[in-house]
């Protein structure tokens, strides 16, 4: 029986840091996607779209007369709808999954805390008693 408690410890301890780094890696992808969702649309003109209103009434695109951008016009189309496409980690749901998991995985290291000192005093007191 105290194998398996030691072994139980033990694993406790292991997945308990595990679960500490994917929610501290979680905190910080959504940290990070705020910010570079912040950079971006700070790097993007206001109005910005692609077509030059000139006198007389028609519109061309700025870059190319098909309204594509010429070298990749496709790419920066696609951008928009990529941007929407988000993962549960970067999501509001995904940064309180994340702080759940981190208190769980602190709460864990101080439970196995505790007991490893609790059995380190209980080791003691029999060796004292022999």
């Known amino acids: 029986m105290q194998r398996i408690n030691r072994i139980n410890f033990w694993l406790g301890v292991i997945v308990s840091i595990g ?3 994917e929610s501290a890696t979680g ?4 940290v990070q996607a705020g910010q570079q969702q912040r950079s971006l649309a700070q ?27 010429q070298g ?22 995904g940064l309180i999954a994340n702080i759940v998991a981190l208190i769980l ?10 007991a490893g000192r609790t059995n380190a005093e209980r080791k003691k007191e029999l060796a004292t008693q022999e």
């Open 43 to 69: 790097n993007m003109p206001n109005g910005f779209s692609g077509v030059n209103n000139t006198s007389g009434g028609s519109s061309q695109s700025q870059f190319g007369g098909n309204g594509n951008f």
């Open 72 to 93: 990749g016009g496709q790419r920066f189309r696609q951008f928009g709808s990529m941007r929407r496409t988000r993962n549960f980690q970067t999501t509001i749901y």
């Open 19 to 21: 679960l500490l780094i």
């Open 27 to 30: 905190i910080y992808m959504y």
């Open 105 to 114: 995985a602190v709460a864990g290291l101080i439970a196995a805390a505790i």
